[in-house]
Structure formats: structure tokens, C-alpha cells
């Protein structure tokens, strides 16, 4: 069982940035592709970015790539996703999720631990 839970979110003003965290509770994270995924009020769940076990390999959304990064130290059992250049319509709660094996993914279903979430607003 791995816990995870995410922690940076906020308010912000369009153009601005944030870091989000994820904090695994397992000393094993490097066994798991982790992901970041999102859900805006009214809106399926969708993806955003994963990362491979290694950390060699992101794959990104289109509507993120360019202006956010995902990225993750294994020996401190955290994956972050600095996110650049927000727009209003990134605004949604962010869920971090952990894939056990396997490659980066962007289906939900491909993920078996996910986090309690983090809401990141946008200001226009």
C-alpha cells in the first residue's frame, strides 16, 4: 500500500507559478511510474503529466506541455510538478498517482494509488 500526498497548491494569478509535491510513504517510490492528473469542477479527470521509475522518460498533456515539468527524487520519496505560464482553465484539483511497473501512462485506470488531491486556482 503507498500513500501519497500532495501539498502546494493555491491561488495564483494568471502568468504565475507553482510547485506541487507529492510525498510517497513508501521508501520503495522508485518501483512506481508516478503521474499528475487533474480534475476541473464538472470535468472527468484528466491527465497532465507521468514520469518513469527512473525519472529518464515524462510524457506530458498538450494543453500543459511547455509550461510545466514533472520531476522526482527518488531518495526523497517526492515527485514534483512545477507548473510556468498558469492559465484560469488550469485551475482544477491536482491528484498524484502511482503506477506499480510498467511505462508512463496517461490512463487513469493504469494508476493504483492516488492522492487526496490539491486545488490550484487561477485568477484572471
Known amino acids: 500500500q503507498v500513500q501519497l500526498v500532495e501539498s502546494g497548491g493555491g491561488l495564483v494569478q494568471a502568468g504565475g507559478s507553482l510547485r506541487l509535491s507529492c510525498a510517497a510513504s513508501?521508501?520503495?517510490?522508485?518501483?512506481?511510474?508516478m503521474g499528475w492528473f487533474r480534475q476541473a469542477p464538472g470535468k472527468e479527470r484528466e491527465f497532465v503529466a507521468s514520469i518513469s521509475k527512473s525519472g529518464r522518460s515524462t510524457d506530458y498533456s498538450n494543453s500543459v506541455r511547455g509550461r510545466f515539468t514533472i520531476s522526482r527524487d527518488n531518495a526523497k520519496n517526492t515527485v514534483y510538478l512545477q507548473m510556468n505560464s498558469l492559465k484560469p482553465e488550469d485551475t482544477a484539483v491536482y491528484y498524484c498517482a502511482a503506477r506499480n511497473g510498467g511505462v508512463t501512462s496517461s490512463r487513469p485506470v493504469d494508476y493504483s494509488y492516488w492522492g487526496q488531491g490539491t486545488q490550484v486556482t487561477v485568477s484572471s
Open positions: 513508501t521508501s520503495t517510490v522508485s518501483s512506481y511510474v
